[in-house]
């Protein structure tokens, strides 16, 4: 059973840097796309910034700048290195990606279990 499993999330100041983690586990025989998502109280579930498989990223506009999207496919592991963290940054930071089963030929979308990311002002 494919799982997703974030890490790295906390509390921090304003201004302070944080990098989340996103193990993907179970069976797994490729990953295509692989994506943050944020999602603040009260609100929607928003794109932070994805990642193609060749390495290629996309950043929603409010963190282009100050945050790297990157993973290392031998690992099946996404990172999300966040610096110059501000408040509005707050929210359950999910990890998503499209994986490919082993003995499957389908793409399926599975999400993490979300982590906290709290920024003080």
């Known amino acids: 059973q494919v799982q997703l499993v974030e890490y790295g999330g906390g509390l921090v100041q304003a201004g302070g840097s944080l990098r989340l983690s996103c193990v993907a586990s179970g069976g797994i025989s490729s990953i295509h796309t692989m994506a943050w998502y944020r999602q603040a109280p009260g609100n929607q579930r928003d794109l932070v910034a994805g990642?193609?498989?060749?390495?290629?990223?996309v950043y929603a506009d409010a963190v282009k700048g100050r945050s790297t999207i990157s993973r290392d496919n031998a690992k099946n592991t996404l990172y999300l290195q966040m610096n110059s963290l501000k408040s509005e940054d707050t929210g359950v930071y999910y990890c998503?990606?499209?994986?490919?089963?082993?003995?499957?030929?389908?793409?399926?979308?599975?999400w993490g279990q979300g982590t906290q990311v709290t920024v003080s002002s």
């Open positions: 990642i193609t498989r060749e390495g290629r990223p």
């Open positions: 998503n990606a499209d994986v490919v089963p082993e003995g499957d030929s389908r793409i399926y979308d599975y």
